[in-house]
């Protein structure tokens, strides 16, 4: 029995460092390593429990080629080879038939390591010309108001909220995703700090807080607007800091003070005296935080909420002392160039969005999409408008890959599986987006059955469609340490990860903002109203846009599970899902908790089952993302009611603001 190191590379901030115990072979248990502060020695269920996930059911162990109609699942096994040799004849005719762009790959975050995202992937299909897939399902809208108000100004670590004194957890969910600032808000607690949430929700979280604000879904920059307006009444706007480290402010101070709080109050739901209550406790806490999550991006005012959001810690200069000013995404801190060091080249191409994979499977033309080809993601299942998804996959003209680790609803629609190797069985270099980490790891145990990892696979193809080149670095290895070496200050990371074990970006593990880290805009200052965002919005920036008229009048969040990285492990999970909605919502329609019901909207319905709480507000319903169709009774989940509608700065999907209706089944 041995213990060996390894990370976490899946879609999560924290990046874990792990201690993995294997005997005989197998995985026995996975833990969290001491030797990252942010893990300290703890991890979330999910990977806690990863051998179920390796050595499950529904694990892919060989290469499948399809028998039956497609979207049956029904395969046979097949050789590498064979396997192989179909997709590379499928691409090889595509691109000269039709041109490259005819080829189509599709992925998103089944992995956030660059051996197996970025680097292998990049070479192939950027030498065969194909398509690129602009990853826009996430961060995207919440990338462009951070780098529109900051650039990539690193934020407040993690671990740095022990010594906060009010804390600000606005928009998402610590206890599903990034369990690891928990304890860091629940040390500042015990020390006096106030806690402040801002969610639809009544999460775990929101129960602790001293206070808890339940916005209608898409109006948080309202929310922060008004909270604005009230420092800057109050007299807590640091006039001398907006002077001297911001950009229009004058500017950012008139929008603010554009909307009565009365107003506010209406367009948001939350009486004026809880955005007042916000408003007191926010210019009192001091060091103060706030942690933007990425629940109020996914709407039709996403990007304003967002700046909105982050507008404040610039008001009230909030900065300059340690756990004071905001984070959201720190991957900011780093300067990797995965692209260029595995040789992919610059190429004039078409891009396709996967937010509206469903329009680019059916609609395209000039060429259509003739060959997709899935890694580290579950389209069907993660994408807006499923039913046109589902569509386009069954196709009779498109040849569908899909190389994952297990059977996924995707999978299930593809001519050829191919099984893949989890983050336990293949190297990855990672470095977090939350935690300020870079993680190198080797594979613990050899890959189950015949898996093969993403560098093998995509250097095959490679090798069979004769596009490797001299000097391609092919060794996963060699490919890590060629792109640490290409990081600016690469010689360092390189000696601690050989030494430590990890390494940090320059910015350190704790950077104190607007002291060790300042804006990275073109101005060096903090631009509260940033061109073009501005003038990219349709309402400019901060402008409210309200809901549209509907038929439908509940409103559908779909945020993440805590048994599950959106689709990513909820092969595990069986059951029916629920659906949650309000005792008032609920008894309006006759539903009672566990009813059977019916969630549709003019795109399509779900089936599945009620759960009726108070941990939600009136005119919200609630639904996991990422669920599989084995989690419902008709198949389709919440994307089949999400429609490929894109948030106010064209980036993301309004995956929390569908409408849909709730009926007795
Ligand atoms: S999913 Fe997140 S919390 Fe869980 S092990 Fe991975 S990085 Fe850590």
Not at 48 to 57: A, I, T
Not at 135 to 143: N, Y
Not at 238 to 263: I, P, Q, V
Not at 348 to 377: C, I, K, S
């Amino acid at each position: 029995m041995t213990v060996l190191r390894s990370a976490c590379p899946l879609d999560c901030p924290d990046a874990c460092t792990l201690d993995v115990t294997v005997d005989g072979g197998r995985v026995t248990k996975v833990r969290g390593s001491t030797l990252n502060p942010l893990t300290a020695g703890r991890i979330c269920g999910k990977v806690m429990h990863m051998d179920r996930h390796l050595y499950g059911s529904d694990r892919v162990l060989t290469p499948l080629i399809r028998t039956g109609p497609k979207g049956s699942g029904s395969f046979r096994e097949a050789s590498w080879d064979e396997a192989l040799g179909a997709i590379a004849e499928a691409m090889r005719t595509a691109r000269d038939t039709h041109g490259g762009t005819s080829i189509l790959p599709c992925s998103y975050g089944g992995s956030n390591g660059y051996l197996t995202e970025g680097t292998y992937n990049r070479r192939l299909f950027s030498r065969l010309g194909a398509s690129r897939l602009r990853r826009d399902v996430c961060a995207m809208t919440a990338g462009a108001a951070l780098g529109g108000l900051y650039g990539k100004m690193p934020g407040v670590a993690l671990t740095d909220y022990s010594a906060a004194r009010l804390i600000v957890v606005w928009g998402t969910n610590p206890h599903a995703t990034g369990i690891h600032v928990i304890p860091h808000i629940q040390v500042a607690q015990k020390a006096g700090a106030k806690l402040i949430v801002v969610d639809p929700r009544t999460t775990q979280l929101a129960k602790r807080a001293d206070l808890h604000l339940a916005p209608h879904p898409a109006t948080d920059g309202v929310l922060a607007l008004a909270v604005a307006r009230l420092l800057f009444e109050g007299g807590h706007a640091d006039r001398t800091f907006l002077e001297e480290h911001c950009h229009g402010a004058a500017e950012f101070e008139r929008r603010a003070r554009a909307r009565a709080l009365e107003d506010a109050a209406a367009i948001t739901g939350i009486d004026a005296d809880a955005i007042r209550s916000f408003a007191d406790l926010y210019a009192a806490g001091d060091p103060a935080v706030i942690r933007c999550g990425w629940g109020l991006e996914r709407n039709r005012n996403g990007a304003s909420s967002v700046a909105a959001v982050l507008a404040l810690p610039a008001v009230a200069n909030k900065f300059g002392v340690r756990a004071g000013g905001y984070t959201a995404s720190n991957s900011g801190a780093w300067s990797f160039d995965p692209e260029s060091v595995a040789g992919a080249v610059a190429q004039e191409t078409r891009t396709a969005f996967l937010t509206q994979l469903g329009a680019a499977l059916t609609e395209l033309t000039d060429p259509p999409v003739h060959v997709l080809y899935v890694y580290n993601g579950n389209p069907l299942m993660t994408c807006p408008d499923q039913e046109r998804v589902r569509r386009g996959l069954l196709r009779e003209d498109l040849f569908v890959a899909v190389h994952d680790a297990v059977m996924t609803d995707t999978a299930r629609h593809a001519d050829v599986v191919l099984p893949a190797t989890t983050f336990l069985e293949h190297d990855e270099l990672a470095r977090g987006y939350g935690a300020y980490v870079l993680n190198r790891a080797t594979a613990v145990v050899e890959p189950a059955g015949q898996s093969r990892s993403n560098a093998e696979v995509f250097d095959g193809l490679l090798d069979r469609l004769g596009l490797a080149r001299d000097g391609d670095i092919r060794d996963p290895g060699a490919m890590a340490a060629a792109i640490v070496a290409a990081h600016p200050g690469g010689d360092r990371l390189a000696t601690e990860l050989d030494t430590v074990g990890i390494a940090r970006p320059d910015s350190g593990e704790g950077p104190i903002q607007m002291a060790d880290v300042h804006p990275r805009t073109e101005s060096g200052r903090i631009e509260l109203v940033p061109e073009p965002l501005d003038s990219d919005l349709p309402r400019g920036l901060y402008g409210y846009v309200p809901a549209p008229d509907s038929r439908h009048p509940l409103v559908m969040i779909t945020p993440a599970d805590r048994r599950a990285i959106t689709s990513t492990f909820f092969q595990l999970v069986g059951g029916i899902a629920q659906i949650r909605l309000h005792p008032d919502d609920a008894a309006a329609r006759g539903i009672t908790n566990g009813a059977a019901v019916r969630i549709h909207n003019d795109l399509g319905e779900v089936l599945c089952d009620a759960r009726v709480t108070d941990g939600i507000r009136p005119g919200v319903v609630w639904m996991p993302k990422g669920l599989w169709a084995k989690h419902t009774r008709s198949g389709a989940t919440s994307n089949a009611l999400i429609p490929a509608a894109l948030s106010d700065c064209g980036e993301s999907t309004a995956y929390n603001e569908a409408r849909v209706e709730v009926t007795l089944a």
